[in-house]
């Protein structure tokens, strides 16, 4: 793909901004949690891991090395893990109090996803040996 690298760094920097917004709301104890805003919960922040992995995968992007689109490809799938993890966590019921699922949680599954994908596409230079 001809933007894969351009569409990445969009990606990472996108999931780094909704790592700020709310992924969930208890309405019965009055919580709203976020990537960084988890009062109340267990959760600690979720959103911390998102922007140390999304600012290495950007960086990464950037750089046209080998070692560097390989280590991308480590670096996405530990953040789609982790995404998941968040969804699967964040949303999921507790004591029977169910949270009300937010946009943005959806938002950062699908941008994890899309950062994976984008790094299984290396735009990498291939010499022609004549």
Known sequence: MKY???????AAIGLIVLCFFPWSI???KNLVVSGFAA?????????????FFCSAAALFFAIPR???KRTNVFIGAINLAWAIRNYVLVSSCMLGE???KQPALYAVLLLAILIQI???FPKIPVENKN
């Open 118 to 120: 984008m790094v299984l």
């Open 4 to 10: 894969a690298q351009q569409i990445g760094i969009l």
């Open 26 to 28: 208890v309405t019965s």
């Open 98 to 100: 169910c949270p009300e």
């Open 39 to 51: 009062e109340g919960t267990s959760f600690g922040r979720p959103g911390l891991f998102h922007v």
């Open 66 to 68: 080998i070692w560097a």
